[in-house]
């Protein structure tokens, strides 16, 4: 693809509270932090961001507070390149929020305030997009947002013949019904274990969850699976796409990174397996930096790492 591939993210926008702590508390303690550091997130806007930077023409479909941390967090979209003429102000709710544990071992756990995102309306997603279909290469869709909203954007998508890809998280008890008629379903293990009701802890059990998931309708499934890589089943195929051995600073926001890597590979009409191998790279670099939003990679940077891994 020659001009600028145009790509609408439909989903969550939330201002970050992260620490970072030797481990997560126990009950009733009070435990000394590392350190505090706040800013915009949200798997949405992550997502509209590090498309942005990664060269597309980025659209973001949400909804905020009409408060301080959704006024922030807009500023910062829009001063990233991002469309957001279609992000509604919510006088009612205030902007949502993550509090984020980082852990000595890197590893995150996440508490959300879902906030003005529980109010994203599906009518008003749809009317918002009847007058982009015609222009869009691909949608991206997460399930930080209702479920009607998720299944409105699929379906529109479908309708209109644009590739919908769906980062199926954070975890949620969303039904095929919702994500069948997805052209990539892309959840991590954790998440998988939430569509298929068992869990999915090692390749083999991805590989057993992609197939049944596979089976109810889309087109391509694709699980992340960290530092292994990602697992792509197709109809025609299965294949473990391996990752990059990096050092790893801070794994929050490193699926939003993958998953929008790979919607732009395909808005650009490049076959699976690079799509999935650009999204392993954009979320390795992901992971060597902290935050969020923060850490999402230039296109320049993931072509160059990628050239060297």
């Not at 922030?72 to 990233?80: D, G, H, I, N, S």
């Not at 529109?156 to 013949?161: E, I, M, T």
């Amino acid at each position: 693809m020659s001009r600028q591939p145009n790509i609408a993210v439909i989903g969550s926008i939330i201002m970050d509270l992260a620490v970072t702590t030797p481990r997560v508390p126990q009950t009733g303690e009070n435990l000394l932090a590392h350190g505090f550091q706040m800013g915009p997130g949200g798997k949405g806007a992550n997502s509209a961001v590090a498309l942005a930077r990664m060269g597309a023409h980025s659209t973001l479909l949400g909804r905020v507070g009409d408060d301080p941390f959704g006024r922030a967090e807009l500023e910062t979209v829009r001063q990233a390149g991002v469309d957001t003429s279609a992000v509604v102000i919510d006088p009612e709710r205030h902007t949502g929020i993550a509090i984020i544990m980082v852990d000595d071992q890197r590893e995150n756990t996440i508490l959300v305030a879902i906030g003005a995102n529980a109010g994203l309306d599906a009518a008003y997603v749809e009317q918002a997009l009847a007058a982009r279909w015609s222009s869009l290469d691909a949608v991206l869709v997460n399930f930080e947002i209702p479920e009607e909203v998720v299944r409105t954007v699929i379906e529109g998508a479908r309708q209109h013949h644009v590739p919908a890809v769906v980062d199926a998280g954070p975890p949620r008890h969303y039904g095929p019904e919702t994500w069948r008629h997805a052209t990539v379903l892309s959840p991590n293990m954790l998440e998988a274990s939430y569509l298929v009701g068992y869990p999915v802890e090692d390749e083999a059990a991805a590989r057993r969850a992609a197939a049944d998931i596979l089976a109810l309708g889309p087109q391509a499934v694709v699980v992340k699976m960290g530092k292994r890589g990602a697992l792509l089943v197709t109809p025609q195929a299965s294949q473990l796409v391996p990752g990059y051995a990096v050092e790893v600073v801070d794994t929050t926001g490193a699926g939003d990174a993958f998953t929008s890597a790979l919607t732009l590979a395909l808005a650009e009409g490049q076959a699976l397996p690079e799509a999935v191998r650009l999204g392993n790279a954009a979320g390795a670099l992901a992971v060597t930096r902290f935050g969020t939003m923060a850490a999402m990679p230039t296109r320049a940077e993931v072509d160059t790492f990628k050239s060297r891994g």
